[in-house]
């Protein structure tokens, strides 16, 4: 079977043109859709694996290029997080640069919500590593997200930068959609989805944490679990998607 086609975008976000990959399913009528956000290397594609997973689902899928990665423009990560870890002001510019990466991820939402063939009520958001941050933090910034499922947010942060902790921590608090957290139980470290469950069901957020089991050759393989191994997650988390995005088509 072939892939579905994919069309390479740009949507605005903060006086730029930042660049996006749409894929849609066959079929006709407005689809829920998908914002997947990929980690924190300089180099991304179109989460194909991912992509391919969702549409054959009936979903639309977009994987925006956050500002600073692949060719989307805007200073990088490493230009803007200047500071060495355990220094002075590291977990300051961390922190800054995750909140100007999640105004890239509300752009996305906004920007798919008013395609033709998307229900801008049915969205949700999808991410690993840097990108299950940032989709923590848009779900709590734009309240209309239904779903957000989080893969290895901060596994790779949380012990050593403490402001992220306290960031995540402080945002989760007021996400109303459905959130899913996603690890594998050899990660780098799984103390950051235990937290963020503890903390998203003590302020009445509907959460559901999946582990599991050792994935891969090693931790950085299990840390990449969500588009190293769709065909492992996809009975967890497709029927969490269809609950929350479930209803007829605007």
Known sequence: ???????RLTFPSADRELIGYL???VGHGRAPAVVLNHGSGLTQDSKPGVARL????????????????GESPGPSRIEEVTRPVGQPGH?????????????????ALRFVRAMRD????????????????????????????????????AAMTW???????ELLLRHVEHIRGAVMLVQAENDFDITP??????????????????????FGAGTMEAHQIWTLAPHVWAPVVMPFLA????GPPA
Request: proline share 8%; hydrophobic share 45%.
């Open 1 to 7: 079977m072939s892939p579905h086609p994919v069309a």
């Open 23 to 25: 894929h849609r399913p």
């Open 54 to 69: 969702l549409t054959d689902a009936g979903y639309v899928a977009f994987a925006p290029l956050r500002r600073g990665y």
């Open 91 to 107: 977990g300051d510019q961390v922190c800054a640069r995750l909140l100007a990466e999640s105004d890239d991820v509300l752009a």
């Open 118 to 153: 998307v229900d801008p009520a049915r969205t949700a958001v999808m991410g690993s590593s840097y990108g299950g941050i940032n989709s923590l933090l848009a779900a709590a910034r734009d309240d209309t997200v239904r779903a957000c499922v989080s893969f290895a947010a």
């Open 159 to 165: 012990p050593h930068v403490p402001e992220v902790r």
């Open 193 to 214: 989805s235990a937290a963020l469950d503890e903390r998203c069901r003590a302020r009445g957020v509907a959460c559901v944490r999946h582990l599991f089991p050792p």
């Open 243 to 246: 609950r929350h995005l479930a």
